[in-house]
């Protein structure tokens, strides 16, 4: 059905699609190349929300040459008035004689039915080539429309024995240069970044992007604290850096939640779950309402715990430093007591990667 060719311009549709993985949220990161007899003709990417998709750029420098070509699109070109105008229509218009698409694009608004539009201008179009490649590309974006509830992922950095501090609560630096790399590049790609008011209160963090070479084009992810009883102090550096931070509580206490008010924060309160802490899974749904495609969780063991053991966290990513901290130091983990094996949760490892001498391990619920 698709030939080498074929192959090699969709890879380099997905290579472009990625340009966009850190500045296109809430959108999907999308590319498009335009090829007219095994030649390239014109490229474009999705770069943010609100500016021009990656079909539109693409034909823009292909000019004339789209008539007759073939595009190659990672998601089903946008076929609805938003922000921007229907692709479809663009492609339409230039004459083109084939589109692949990788993805069918899981927003309801389109989900088919752009590709119906091309095929009723008489375009040939076909789908499903690099198809999981393109989904993975967008899983949270994916997820949210599908479900209203984002991809969340939780990060931990351990040692050999799943550890993630000493007894006394220090931490800094388990892991080395490279793997606080990615964790900013984890950032860099999510929505939000979350974490617990006990996090806040030990380690005091910022929660931010701090790598200049990442192109968010100007978009700062959300800080999320999740602090049942609003002890969260006005002080805390994540309420200085630029950008907004939503506190989730359970807490009725004016008073605390003016003075967080104050300082910069946005409150938000929920309800409480049978164990008196806030109930995650309304937190996930109103960020899922907030167009959060990616959560990412750098959180302490007990609200990690939690989200692996209640089933709500997609994935869960370990950083494992090569040293060993004993059994008195702080686990990964807090999971109710379990008294058989099957009771434990069970992850499907779907990723190895050597990052300097630590190991970055990825697992999907």
């Known amino acids: 059905m698709f030939t080498e060719l074929d192959y090699r311009m969709m890879r380099r549709a997905l290579e472009l699609a990625a ?42 420098a292909a000019g004339e040459q789209a008539k007759q070509a073939t595009v190659y699109v990672t998601l089903e070109p946008h076929s609805y008035h938003s922000r921007t105008p229907p692709c479809t229509d663009a492609l339409i218009r230039a004459g083109v004689q084939r589109v692949v698409c990788a993805a069918i694009d899981a927003n309801p608004q389109v989900a088919g039915n752009g590709i119906a539009q091309l095929q009723q201008a008489g375009i040939d179009v076909q789908q499903g080539l690099l198809e999981d ?74 929660l931010t992007v701090r790598d200049a070479s990442l ?15 609003l002890r969260t102090p006005p002080t805390a550096r994540l309420l200085r850096e630029a950008g907004e931070t939503l506190v989730f509580t359970a ?20 309800p409480s779950a049978a164990d008196g802490r806030v109930d995650m899974r309304r937190v996930f749904a109103e960020l899922g309402k907030q167009q ?3 959560v990412l969780v750098e959180a302490g063991p007990t609200l990690a715990g939690h989200l692996v053991h209640e089933g709500l966290a997609d994935e869960l990513i370990v950083y494992v430093a090569p040293t060993l901290l004993g059994p008195d130091a702080r686990a990964m983990a807090s999971l109710p007591l379990l008294t058989e094996l099957t009771q434990a949760p069970r992850l499907g490892l779907i990723a190895v990667e050597r990052l300097g001498d630590d190991v970055k391990l990825t697992y999907r619920s």
Not at 156 to 163: K, V, W
Not at 219 to 229: A, G
Request: with cysteine; charged share 25%; glycine share 10%.
């Open 19 to 60: 340009l966009g993985r850190y500045s296109t949220p809430p959108n999907p990161a999308v590319g498009c190349v335009i090829a007219q007899g095994g030649r390239i003709v014109g490229e474009g990417w999705h770069r943010k929300s609100g500016e021009a998709h990656a079909e539109p750029l693409a034909l823009a």
């Open 133 to 206: 490649e393109a989904h993975a590309l967008n899983a949270g974006f994916t997820k949210r429309m599908r479900t209203h509830l984002p991809r969340v992922i939780v990060k931990i950095a351990a040692s050999l024995d799943g550890r993630t501090a000493l007894a006394n609560g220090r931490s800094r630096w388990l892991t080395g240069e490279s793997a606080r790399a990615d964790v900013h590049r984890l950032r860099a790609a999510s929505s939000a970044i979350l974490t617990g008011v006990e996090t806040v209160l030990a380690d005091d963090p910022q």
């Open 215 to 229: 192109d968010l084009a100007g978009r700062i992810p959300l800080r999320v604290v999740v602090d049942t009883k």
């Open 251 to 270: 807490s009725s206490d004016d008073g605390a939640a003016s003075s967080l008010r104050s300082a910069g924060a946005r409150i938000e309160r929920v």
């Open 292 to 294: 959060c495609n990616d």
